[in-house]
C-alpha cells in the first residue's frame, strides 16, 4: 500500500522468503559457502541450524533458484516424519509414483532413479527445511539412503537446515556415524546494529527506494534492540513503520516514530510473537500431516493458491491505498474550505464592526 505513496517497486518486508531480497551477511555468506562447497564435493551431510526466523529457509531457496541443471533438487519442509514416511515423502518429491508400494520397493526404485541421474550426468539433491522435527531414527535412515552409491560417490547429497533444536539430536551418542559424515555445519546468529541497519538499506534499495522517506541515522539501535536482530521480526516492524509513516505523511522517519510503533506493538514482537506456528490437524491415509505432505516446491496446486492470495491482497492493498488517498485529499479540502471561509468572513466580521462604529 505504502510502496506506490513513496515510488516503491514491490513490498520491501514481505514475510515470505524470497531470494530477490537475499542479504549476505557474514552469517548468511558463510552458509551459502558452505553449502555450494558441499555440492563441490558431492557428498557427506552439511547441517544449517539457527533461531527462528533468521533465514535458513531464505537460504534454501536462494540456493536452489542459483542451482544448474546438473543438479535435481527436491525439498522437503518436514514435521514428524518416521523413516517410512520420509523415504515416501523424498521419492515423491523427486517426482516419483509410490502409491501402494512398501518401504523396500520404494528405496529399490529411489536408488534406480538415483542412477539414472548418474548416467546422464546429474545428480540428486535432498533440502530437508525444518530438521529439528526429524527423530534420530528419522535422520539415520538418510544416512542410509546417502549409502546408494556409483564409482565410490553418494548418489544423493543432503542438506539440512533447522532450529536450534536439531543440535541437540545430531549430539546423542547414537549419532555417531551420521556425525562422521556431516562436512560442515554452521550456524546462525541474529544480526547486530551494523548488521540490521544493512539489511533494511538493502531491502529497502532491492524495490528502488529513493530515500523517501529518509531515515534517520539514530533509530536502528533502538529498532535492533527491539527485534532482536531478528530478520523476520525486522521486516514486521519495519512494515509496520513504513505503514503508520505513509498514513501520517511522514518524510523523515525519526527516534520519534520509532517510539510511536514501539508502543503501538507493545510486547508483541519484543516477546510474544515468536513466530509460533499452528499445530496441523489434517491427517491423511497414510497417517502422514497435511503439513508433512505439502513439499515447498514442486506443487502447482499450492503455487496457483499462492499466488492467488497474493493477487488478493495486491487488490486489497491497491483499494485501502485508494480509500487512503481520498481521505487524505477530503482532509486537505476540508483544510482548503475552512481557509476560504475564514477569509471570507474575516472581512465581513469587520465590515459590521466598522458599520456600527
Ligand atoms: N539473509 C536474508 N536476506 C533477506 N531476507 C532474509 C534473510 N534472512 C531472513 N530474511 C527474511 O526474514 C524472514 C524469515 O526468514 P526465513 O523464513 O528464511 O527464516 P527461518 O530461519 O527459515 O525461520 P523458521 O525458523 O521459522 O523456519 C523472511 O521474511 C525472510 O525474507
Ligand atoms: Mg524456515
Redo the contacts with the bound molecule.
Sequence with gaps: MYESYYGLSDKPF?????PQ?????AH?SKAISYLRYGLELGEGFIVVT??????????ARSLIVSLDESITAAQIATTRLNPEQLVTMVAANFGLQVEGLNKADILRRLENYFFALYQQGKRALLII??AQNLSAETIEELRMLSNFQADGKPLIQSFL?G?EELKPIIELPEMEQFRQRIIASCH?KSFNIDETKN?IL??LRTVGWNENPSLDSDIFDLITNYTGGI??K??IFMDRLFLYAFMEGIGTITLDHIQSIIEELGEELSGGLK?R?PEPTAFSPLGIKAQEMMPDVHIPDMDRAHRTLMDVMKVLDEEIYRKTMTLKNLDKMIVKKRNELSQVSEPSFLDNTYRKK
Excluded at 50 to 59: A, D, M, R, V
Design positions: 514481505k514475510l515470505s522468503p524470497d531480497f537475499f542479504f549476505e551477511s548468511h539457527g533461531p527462528i526466523g533468521t533465514g535458513k529457509t531464505t537460504i527445511d525444518e537446515l532450529q546462525l539489511y538493502h531491502r530478520p523476520r525486522i521486516n513466530a506456528r
